[in-house]
């Protein structure tokens, strides 16, 4: 059974021969394993970005590789924004796209496509669907609306209008779909199979329930309608504590949850199981980047109890890691949920 056989088995809740593993985005880690950080890879050719994310995925051996992750920000360069590459992680967007939410203006997320960064990474997703997509899930990865409208027109005015202007939040939150499609539909045309949408904004340490499913969810269904239209997988990522919210996912339209590793497994399975299949919980710090890889092991099992070897659950980190994490550390993650036979 392929990698991708894995997953979309998974997907379908169904048993599979062993756990399916994966890294979430992983974008910084995989091109520095290749001597480029995510600057540099964007002056080099897609050819040269695809092999590395092949060759390091034949290294480590996980069940999706992810063209695109970590290059986030550059949806909001491709719609006129200023954004600031790091010297190995992922680049900071300097300001706003708009003064307010009065200006807010869907014309401009239909430049998002122009942007020669993102054009270089869809030639890269193009390559490796081409050569490995028939037996590895490749995907590719984006802010999620309501992420997007913070970015769109301040994290800290989005959060006053919610409150107090529900139709400023609104309207910079049709701007942000609006955005996350155009970003996400040319990586669908070169082949991409699985898409994942991160709000790290909509997390349970930012925003109440009743925010999440005014604001966030109908936002999250109208994209994610659009992905699922064209036969890609959905996953989402929301960082943080995302527990009294878990149940709302699969009305998104998700195929697979990622958790952060703020949730306890055993809630995840609770409010998921049997319905969509769910992703973490693997400390990205704490455990992929300061534990041995005996260490890694341990907690890729203790995750496993909590889940429980059932179909449905992806050994995955909580989140994005480090550049910095060894790779036998990834390594063992691999081999710890290789162990399980479901």
Known sequence: MTH??????TIRLQ??????????????WTLLRGGLTLEQALTATPERVAAIIAATNEEVGCDIVWPGSGYHNLAVRGAGGVIKFRAKGTPDVMAPLFASAAEVDLRRAATVSDDPGARLLVAAARILARQIGAHTVVGTSSWAPFTLAGHAIGVENLMRALRKSPADAHRALAFGAELCWRYLEPFIDAGVTMISIADPTASGDLISREQFIEFVLPYLKNVGSKIKARGVLLTVHICGNTTNRLDQI????ADLMSVDY???LRDARRALGGKIAFAGNLNPVAVMQRETPAGVAAAVRDAVGKASPAAGYVVMPGCDIPPTVPVDNVKAMVAAAREYQL
């Open 15 to 28: 048993a599979t021969p062993r756990l399916p593993v994966s890294l979430l985005s992983a974008g910084a």
């Open 250 to 253: 699969p009305l998104a339209g």
């Open 262 to 264: 703020k949730v306890d």
């Open 4 to 9: 991708r056989d894995i997953i979309e088995r």
